[in-house]
């Protein structure tokens, strides 16, 4: 993702050697979070929704870290409300699914 944004980071830390399987399940659920948080997501004008990606920020053979998230200024607005708007979470409720299938 390019620029500051807004997301959740997703850490899986292994001291042996299935960093590479780790890495692809760690992609598919950065991905379906992903997939969540489009669908959750509020929908004006729909650039929110189509702002919302995922990458890898980093692997090793200790850790894979992925983001997912939106560059979008005003998506913190939407995720948590203002004094003036409520909230319409999309990337916690998504993050949630995810650990309730996986625990």
């Known amino acids: 993702m390019a620029g500051r944004g807004f997301g959740s ?9 299935a960093v590479t399987a780790v890495d692809k399940l760690v992609q598919r659920v950065a991905l379906e979070v992903q997939r969540d ?7 004006d004008t729909g650039t929110l929704q189509a702002s919302i990606t ?8 200790r850790q894979v870290v ?7 200024h005003y998506a913190p607005h939407q995720e948590f409300g203002t ?3 409520a ?3 999309f990337l916690g409720p998504a993050l949630e699914m ?3 299938r996986y625990g």
């Open 9 to 17: 980071v997703f850490v899986w830390t292994d001291k042996g050697a």
């Open 37 to 43: 948080a489009k669908t959750l997501a509020p929908v």
């Open 54 to 61: 995922s990458g890898r920020l980093a692997a090793d053979e």
């Open 66 to 72: 992925y983001l997912v998230g939106t560059n979008i």
């Open 83 to 85: 004094s003036r708007m």
């Open 87 to 89: 909230a319409h979470p």
């Open 98 to 100: 995810a650990r309730g």
